[in-house]
């Protein structure tokens, strides 16, 4: 599933549902890092010219796509994010650090729409080529406080309390699966204390 010659360790997800802070703390956590080496910052989907436009399709609220659409369109914007940005990225010795990740497409379509996570994970495997985060920091918060916090509300956001309850379920397992990759993170508490948590896992001092 990884590529042995990339530092994937350096490659980093932030996870979460709605409300979680993961904007917040991906901007904090790249702002420390920076300080004593070079760090990509990208987002999901997005962070290329064709993952932007996959991204105003998927989120605007104007298109309807079906759950496997949907999947099938994050797939698509993750693979030229993969291609085009992040393994270069790594190859340079660059930190990354992706607001969403493959982990929101298995949480979401896999889990929330009931796609499956193992079939939404078999979609996404060929296009990323073994570029897969080495460390998903997964920020867990209570449903309620997600969608309290939420500023602007997309497509997807808007689900609603039951489709968000599943998805933070799904994060939830898949983290509980895979010990050696997250560290998962009370994303109620102040950000100084998340992101100095997440920069002690990392290795990085402030």
Do not use: C
Not at 13 to 35: H, M, P, Q, Y
Not at 60 to 77: I, K, Q, V
Not at 130 to 154: F, H, K, S, T
Not at 155 to 177: K, M, N, P, Y
């Amino acid at each position: 599933m990884s590529r042995p010659d990339l530092p994937l360790h350096r490659y980093v997800a932030f996870e979460g549902i709605e409300g979680a802070g993961k904007s917040t703390v991906v901007r904090r956590v790249a702002a420390e890092l920076s300080d004593g080496a070079e760090v990509t910052v990208v987002r999901e989907p997005g962070g290329t010219p064709t993952g932007e436009r996959i991204r105003s399709i998927l989120l605007d609220g104007a298109a309807h796509p079906t759950p496997w659409a949907e999947a099938l369109l994050f797939a698509a914007a993750r693979a030229q994010l993969a291609a085009e940005v992040v393994a270069p990225a790594l190859e340079d010795g660059r930190w990354v650090l992706t607001d969403r990740s493959v982990y929101s497409s298995l949480a979401y379509q896999g889990g929330g729409r009931g796609l499956g996570v193992a079939e939404v994970r078999a979609v996404n495997e060929p296009g990323l080529r073994g570029v897969w985060p080495g460390v998903v920091v997964l920020l867990d918060v209570d449903v309620d406080v997600g969608i309290a916090r939420q500023e602007v509300v997309d497509r997807i956001g808007g689900e609603g309390a039951a489709f968000l309850a599943t998805v933070a379920t799904t994060f939830r397992s898949i983290a509980a699966q895979e010990p050696e990759r997250f560290v998962v993170i009370d994303a109620s508490g102040p950000v100084d204390d998340i992101v100095a948590a997440v920069l002690t896992h990392l290795g990085a001092s402030r």
